[in-house]
T-cell receptor
Framework: SQQGEEDPQALSIQEGENATMNCSYKTSINNLQWYRQNSGRGLVHLILIRSNEREKHSGRLRVTLDTSKKSSSLLITASRAADTASYFCATDVANAGGTSYGKLTFGQGTILTVHP | DGGITQSPKYLFRKEGQNVTLSCEQNLNHDAMYWYRQDPGQGLRLIYYSQIVNDFQKGDIAEGYSVSREKKESFPLTVTSAQKNPTAFYLC??????????FGQGTRLTVV
């Protein structure tokens, strides 16, 4: 089964609105990453948050991580039509001591559509 | 120009054939990964490798094989034992515990 599960599966908003996507995972992690995929293309890395961090910002992106709830959220502020894509969370799985297995697993993704 | 290159972009396989997908990186990354993506779905991990001459099975390794003879290269063979190979295959590389860089993918179709 997938390590990460995104919610919602699909999100449709108007330009200028904020978009929030959530990710839940099952096991200990070393870090959690968010990626973007345009249709039929490879994935592009957006942001990485380590297990000892709670919040991180990059431009219009804000990521939070709650390791006690095994969940993360990605907020895109002031969305644009060009933000239309699929967004995936990925977890770098670790053992209970926090050592990475070097195994990067992805969730099902959220399809974001931003209408002009 | 550093990056990760997958070839070919499109590949057609006849029933019962083995085919090999190429993945090369010049980023000096130690870790490399192969994922499968079905339409409208997430990425499922097939195999991953942290160092040369070593690799581990991911969640859906049955019907696939890999090798890691060189740091730069991580080819994936889709064998005839893979009963439903039609999918989009993505290769990625990363430094240890860092962000992954993806190739543009190979779309495999069984004809």
């Amino acid at each position: 089964s997938q390590q990460g599960e995104e919610d919602p599966q699909a999100l449709s908003i108007q330009e200028g609105e904020n978009a929030t996507m959530n990710c839940s995972y099952k096991t200990s992690i070393n870090n959690l990453q968010w990626y973007r995929q345009n249709s039929g293309r490879g994935l592009v890395h957006l942001i990485l948050i380590r297990s000892n961090e709670r919040e991180k910002h990059s431009g219009r992106l804000r990521v939070t991580l709650d390791t006690s709830k095994k969940s993360s959220s990605l907020l895109i502020t002031a969305s644009r039509a060009a933000d239309t894509a699929s967004y995936f969370c990925a977890t770098d799985v670790a053992n209970a001591g926090g050592t990475s297995y070097g195994k990067l697993t992805f969730g099902q993704g959220t399809i974001l559509t931003v209408h002009p | 120009d550093g990056g990760i290159t997958q070839s070919p972009k499109y590949l057609f396989r006849k029933e019962g054939q083995n085919v090999t997908l190429s993945c090369e990186q010049n980023l000096n990354h130690d870790a490399m990964y192969w994922y499968r993506q079905d339409p409208g779905q997430g990425l499922r991990l097939i195999y991953y490798s942290q160092i040369v001459n070593d690799f581990q099975k991911g969640d859906i390794a049955e019907g696939y094989s890999v090798s890691r003879e060189k740091k730069e290269s991580f080819p994936l063979t889709v064998t005839s034992a893979q009963k439903n190979p039609t999918a989009f295959y993505l290769c990625a590389s990363s430094r240890f515990w860092g962000q992954a860089f993806f190739g543009q993918g190979t779309r495999l179709t069984v004809v």
